[in-house]
């Protein structure tokens, strides 16, 4: 079955960057397209973008398009997101997800000095 | 960016309760649109998509429907389990934007 297994949670210094993954399975990696999506606490959902792991081509919000960096490794079915120049307001869950049909557990990103 | 006004904020409802949440989209987004249900601590769950079809394993009682630029998620006979946050999203045209959440509660 189709499942996306992302890194654990994060605890980084405001200025810092993080970089977080989510490992794909049970379909084949590179024919589908993963989204990553942002979640502040309590408040709703913000799409980043999105990344085509058989090309490597990417297409951003323009809100975190100097924020955000999407990458993938083939061969071991990972995508990856770096979030750059972290401030308090980064500080949120991140979600990847398979055609919004599937989606990882979320990995939970805090900014504090 | 296209907006998604979604109503209500806040939905209290009885259990067997008929209940019905609504997006706006202030541009045309065909039937490019996915309804999410989000219980507290986990990911969101596609209910439907295409405006108007039934993801796989969500139960018959959840219907999408849409009237012009108007879409809505519509739950029939609810149960406890469909007490959670329920969010919208239109994904015709980048950047892909959601609404911003109804939570349902019990009255």
């Known amino acids: 079955q189709v499942k996306l297994l992302q890194s654990g949670a994060a605890l980084v210094k405001p200025g810092d960057s993080v970089k977080m993954s989510c490992k794909a399975s049970?379909?084949?990696?590179?024919?589908?397209?993963i989204h990553w999506v942002k979640q502040s606490h309590g408040k709703s959902l913000e799409w980043i973008g999105y990344?085509?792991?058989?090309?490597?081509?990417?297409n951003y919000n323009e809100k975190f398009k100097s924020k955000a960096t999407l990458t993938v490794d083939k061969s071991s079915s990972t995508a990856y997101m770096e979030f750059s120049r972290l401030t308090s307001e980064d500080s949120a869950i991140y979600y990847c997800a398979k055609r919004f049909a599937y989606w990882g557990q979320g990995t939970l990103v805090t900014v504090s000095s | 960016d296209i907006q998604m006004t979604q109503s209500p904020s806040s939905l209290p409802a009885s259990l067997g309760d008929r209940v019905t949440i609504t997006c706006r989209a202030s541009?045309?987004?065909?039937?490019?649109l996915r309804w999410f249900q989000q219980k507290p601590g986990k990911s969101p769950r596609l209910m439907i998509y295409?405006?108007?079809n039934l993801a796989n394993g969500v139960p018959s009682r959840f219907s999408g429907s849409r009237s012009g630029s108007d879409y809505s998620l519509t739950i029939n006979s609810l149960e406890s389990e469909d007490m959670a946050i329920y969010y919208c999203?239109?994904?015709?045209?980048?950047?892909?934007?959601f609404g911003a959440g109804t939570k349902l509660e019990l009255k």
């Open positions: 295409g405006a108007t």
């Open positions: 990344i085509n792991p058989y090309s490597g081509g990417t």
């Open positions: 541009q045309d987004i065909g039937n490019y």
């Open positions: 049970g379909y084949t990696f590179t024919d589908y397209i």
């Open positions: 999203l239109q994904h015709n045209e980048y950047p892909y934007t």
